[in-house]
T-cell receptor, first 111, second 113 residues
Framework: SQQGEEDPQALSIQEGENATMNCSYK?????LQWYRQNSGRGLVHLIL?????REKHSGRLRVTLDTSKKSSSLLITASRAADTASYFC???????????FGTGTRLQVML | DAGVIQSPRHEVTEMGQEVTLRCKPI?????LFWYRQTMMRGLELLIY????????DSGMPEDRFSAKMPNASFSTLKIQPSEPRDSAVYFC???????????FGNGTRLTVT
């Protein structure tokens, strides 16, 4: 079963706009990671946030984590056409090193 | 750094045939993972190796699937006999240790007819 559920399933925005994707999960975690997948390619790690952190930034990416609500959000600011991809959250529960991926959000950034 | 290398990129085979997928992890990485991705089930962990030893194979669908890691630089995932429902994209990923960020290969797209 999926530990993480992303919302929305699909998102279409204009270049320059911000994109926000949400991830909800079910059990306690050690950390939560976000990955990007371009069509026909493998997943690429974007950012990791630990359970004792609330917010983290990396370039145009901002990730928040609310462990009380068991949710995380990924914000991409000033989006570009090259940001078009699927985005996945993945949770590390610390159990046998199982990293469980969510269902993904398909982001399309239009010119 | 060449990244994680998987071969072949595409595999088309008939039901009942044996399929072997190959993976070369990033040099120095101690953990290796095999995932399967389908539209219906998303990304599923099949098996995880640490220091060449299988740690968790609870995700392996059934006895038709087997995985080996004979050394730190090579792993195989074998399906014998293959079935149409095995059609999916199979990813190999490696990490320095455990769930430190995973580095994925570009996958093998398997089609079983």
């Amino acid at each position: 079963s999926q530990q993480g559920e992303e919302d929305p399933q699909a998102l279409s925005i204009q270049e320059g706009e911000n994109a926000t994707m949400n991830c909800s999960y079910k059990t306690s975690i050690n950390n939560l990671q976000w990955y990007r997948q371009n069509s026909g390619r493998g997943l690429v790690h974007l950012i990791l946030i630990r359970s004792n952190e609330r917010e983290k930034h990396s370039g145009r990416l901002r990730v928040t984590l609310d462990t009380s609500k068991k949710s995380s959000s990924l914000l991409i600011t000033a989006s570009r056409a090259a940001d078009t991809a699927s985005y996945f959250c993945a949770t590390d529960t610390g159990t046998a090193s199982k990293l469980t991926f969510g269902t993904g959000t398909r982001l399309q950034v239009m010119l | 750094d060449a990244g994680v290398i998987q071969s072949p990129r595409h595999e088309v085979t008939e039901m009942g045939q044996e399929v072997t997928l190959r993976c070369k992890p990033i040099s120095g990485h101690n953990s290796l993972f095999w995932y399967r991705q389908t539209m219906m089930r998303g990304l599923e962990l099949l098996i995880y190796f640490n220091n060449n030893v299988p740690i968790d194979d609870s995700g392996m669908p059934e006895d038709r699937f087997s995985a080996k890691m004979p050394n730190a630089s090579f792993s195989t995932l074998k399906i014998q006999p293959s079935e149409p429902r095995d059609s999916a994209v199979y990813f190999c990923a490696s990490s320095l240790q455990g769930n430190s960020p995973l580095h994925f290969g570009n996958g093998t797209r398997l089609t079983v007819t």
